[in-house]
């Protein structure tokens, strides 16, 4: 999606040549760490994820039949959560605010910006604070609700969710309950994930992860 993005903000008729030698060795790197992202096979943030993914599952092929075994699984199993929500976020801000088309297509397309009213009068300072503002609202979101960040990923980046994520939304709430209930549910039922069900969540992000990188 970013290599489609990039040729899209560019002036199809215009052809460019650039020794980019003396840039790159006066420590001007920014922008061609840009265009890394664009053409390579996956983005920092796909990296990241696959890495810390790698880690957790090593570390569940170590623990094996540990006596803590049931504790561990279920910080696994919720860090599995957050390693995803880190994830969805990083790449999604990423996208927007380094490439304009990405952003149009959020701020056009999402309800939350179609609500805001403007008078002309203050056109030149909402252009001005429009990065800002959208950064703002996307660092303020909850990235475990996927319903909302479906829609935002198919809006703006035109990457579509795979419909068979449900086992990916029951953790999310057992995730929850884990977290802020201690592990209860609401009607009184123990959340008990084990090592197996904390390792299929975690390929199970990984393949989710992998869903913008053919675009």
């Known amino acids: ?25 006066g420590g001007w790197c920014d922008d061609f760490m840009l265009l890394e992202q664009i053409g390579g096979p996956h983005t920092k ?3 990241v994820i696959e890495q810390n993914i790698n880690e957790a599952l090593d570390l569940i092929e170590q623990l094996g039949d ?16 957050t390693l995803l929500e880190t994830y969805l976020s990083d790449t999604l801000i990423f996208a927007v605010v380094n490439f304009p088309p990405i952003m149009r297509r959020l701020v056009e397309a999402d309800p939350e910006f179609g609500r805001s009213k ?12 429009l990065k800002s503002d959208v950064v703002a609202y996307l660092e303020g ?6 319903n909302r960040v479906k829609h935002l990923y198919l809006s703006s980046l035109s990457v579509e969710f795979p ?7 029951r953790a999310i709430n057992d995730r929850h309950d884990i977290v802020h209930r201690n592990g209860r549910r609401k ?10 069900s904390a390792k299929e969540l975690l390929l199970s992000i990984l393949q989710l992860a992998q869903i913008g990188r053919a675009h």
Do not use: W
């Open 187 to 196: 009607d009184g039922s123990i959340v008990s994930p084990d090592l197996n």
């Open 163 to 169: 419909s068979d994520i449900d086992f990916i939304y």
């Open 45 to 47: 943030f796909f990296a």
């Open 118 to 129: 403007l008078e002309a009068k203050d056109i030149f300072r909402k252009h001005e604070r």
């Open 141 to 146: 979101l909850m990235y475990h609700n996927l």
């Open 1 to 25: 999606y970013l290599a489609r993005t990039f040729l899209e903000s560019c002036d199809r008729d215009s052809l460019v040549q650039l020794d980019a030698t003396d840039l790159v060795l």
């Open 66 to 81: 540990h006596a803590n075994s049931s504790l561990l699984s279920k910080l696994l199993f919720a860090n599995a959560i």
